[in-house]
């Protein structure tokens, strides 16, 4: 247990329908990140949330949807995806400072776009 | 690309040898870190090796850093079943707090 949270931890869905994710972090963190792990690449960075602000979207197309209503929370709303969206998304959390420091990545979602 | 390189990309070993595992980047870093992952799961955070340190130990672990050739390397020393899992290297800079992945590099131990 790593004190990141994410459900649920597989999720099958249409590509017309909605659906979310959601990752709360129990750890006290100012930080919290959406990765996208595909098979055979490296994580992909989606975005970047530091004290509920968002402060990196690296390119991600809008049918991707993050919320940070609190520091505490993240949740990537998703809607008329692709089956290529397949794949393992990491929520992660870090305590940003003076220099970087480790992150805590939660078990991850399953998707698989049908 | 910003991201690291692992190398190799696959390792096979038996157990109790030693595994060695490197990661290559391109752009200056604050610090460099270790990650593992056990199949479809999360990554567990192992080790992290300012640019101002040259080699590091956690128990089984060791992990150099040579900024002038801008790699790092893993060592796993009497390799257990249990390490089988993929490794990867993580760039942290100063100023952002953007942790950039490489492709990892998968280790299977054979008991």
């Known amino acids: 247990e790593t004190g990141v949270t994410q459900t649920p931890r597989h999720l099958v869905m249409g590509m017309t329908n909605k659906k979310s994710l959601k990752c709360e972090q129990h750890?006290?963190?100012?930080?919290m990140y959406w990765y996208k792990q595909s098979a055979k690449k490296p994580l992909e960075l989606m975005f970047v949330y530091n004290f509920k602000e968002q402060t990196e979207n690296n390119s991600v197309p809008s049918r991707f949807s993050p919320e940070c209503p609190n520091s505490s929370h993240l949740f990537l709303h998703l809607h008329t995806l692709q089956p290529e969206d397949s794949a393992l998304y990491l929520c992660?959390?870090?305590?940003?400072?003076?220099?970087?420091?480790?992150?805590?990545f939660g078990q991850g979602t399953r998707l698989t776009v049908v | 690309s910003q991201q690291g390189e692992e190398d190799p990309q696959a390792l096979s070993i038996q157990e109790g040898e030693n595994a060695t595992m490197n990661c290559s980047y391109k752009t200056s870093i604050n610090n460099l870190q270790w990650y593992r992952q056990n199949s479809g799961r999360g990554l567990v955070h192992l080790i992290l090796?300012?640019?101002?340190?040259r080699e590091k130990h956690s128990g089984r672990l060791r992990v150099t850093l040579d900024t002038s050739k801008k790699s790092s390397s893993l060592l796993i020393t009497a390799s257990r079943a249990a390490d089988t899992a993929s490794y990867f290297c993580?760039?942290?800079?100063?100023?952002?707090?953007?942790?950039?992945f490489g492709t990892g590099t998968r280790l299977k131990v054979l008991a």
């Open positions: 750890l006290g963190h100012n930080a």
């Open positions: 992660a959390s870090s305590q940003v400072g003076t220099g970087s420091t480790e992150a805590f």
């Open positions: 090796i300012r640019s101002n340190e």
């Open positions: 993580a760039r942290g800079t100063s100023g952002t707090y953007k942790y950039i």
